[in-house]
């Protein structure tokens, strides 16, 4: 039996065991498990030493992903640049910690035709704001703004962008108005918390990027579309970056990712109580 799961705090309301399970199903991986475990940064080092030669790997969510770094035996070059791990491989006993959230990102983009923006606004500075600025590095783009409540709380993103070449503006929600003539706008903001930026983003901004998944379609997300803009959500993201993590942790490259979207597709829509 080989075992992985994702950690974080909450986390009841992970896609990521359909997604990894429906994997291993299409793969024949029968004696592979996937599970959620609450799991915060208190508990986090105790966890990881209590696991043993039958567990593949993890993928982490909030708190969890920068929390891990100094727990880990090594850690790639993007993990190290972005400031945070998203996945932790285990293999002869040690950890190695990987950020697939940046790939996640990419691949949404390019599925939606959105992957050559020559300019950039994000909303919000936490952990997928530095994979943002990672993933539109890998697109070509080596500037951004970003909008954030309090730039003195903006300085671990700051330090990303340094670490990754990245020349980085920051801006206050209040001035938000001031950035919007940009190709793509990215959201990595709380379900409900960018609402009140729909109308100004709507029909000015021709690409956004929601990382909200459920529920969908965010305000935001509706009055982009409405306006006759390209919208990408949260789940294409939430999506790619697992077929990552299967690869990793797995070794196989074969992941199907037609199988793990259906089945992440079922849960959505499942849990706002329609059926397909």
């Known amino acids: ?11 009841a309301h992970s896609l990521s065991p359909y997604l990894h399970r429906a994997a291993y199903r299409a793969l024949g991986l029968d004696d592979w498990s996937y599970e959620a475990i609450e799991c915060d940064e208190a508990g986090l080092p105790g966890l990881l030493g209590g696991l043993g030669p039958d567990w593949a790997g993890l993928s982490l969510t909030m708190p969890l992903k920068r929390a891990v770094l100094p727990l880990l035996d090594t850690v790639s070059e993007l993990a190290v640049e972005v400031g945070g791990a998203n996945t932790v491989v285990l293999r002869e006993g040690a950890r190695h910690g990987e950020n697939t959230d940046v790939y996640g990102i990419v691949r949404a983009l390019t599925e939606a035709g959105a992957a050559r923006p020559r300019s950039a606004a994000i909303l919000g500075g936490g952990a997928t704001a530095a ?25 671990e993103t700051a330090e990303v962008a340094e670490r990754l070449g990245t ?41 956004v990027f929601d990382v909200v998944y459920a529920p969908w379609p965010t305000r935001l997300a509706g009055a982009v579309a409405q306006a006759g803009g390209t919208v990408v959500g949260g789940f294409p993201m939430l999506l790619h970056q697992a077929v990552r993590q299967v690869e990793l942790m797995t070794g196989r490259t074969d992941v199907p990712v037609e199988a793990m979207r259906a089945a992440g597709e079922a849960e959505i829509l499942r849990r706002a109580g329609r059926t397909s």
């Open 167 to 207: 020349a980085l503006t920051v801006q206050t929600f209040e001035k938000i108005d001031t950035v919007l003539d940009v190709d793509l706008v990215v959201s990595t903001l709380p379900s409900g918390a960018a609402d009140g930026f729909a109308d100004l983003v709507a029909g000015r901004v021709p690409v």
């Open 131 to 155: 994979s943002t600025l990672a993933a539109l590095r890998e697109l070509g783009l080596g500037e951004a703004t970003l909008v954030v409540r309090d730039p003195g709380r903006a300085g």
């Open 1 to 11: 039996m080989s075992r992985a799961a994702v950690l974080g705090s909450p986390i």
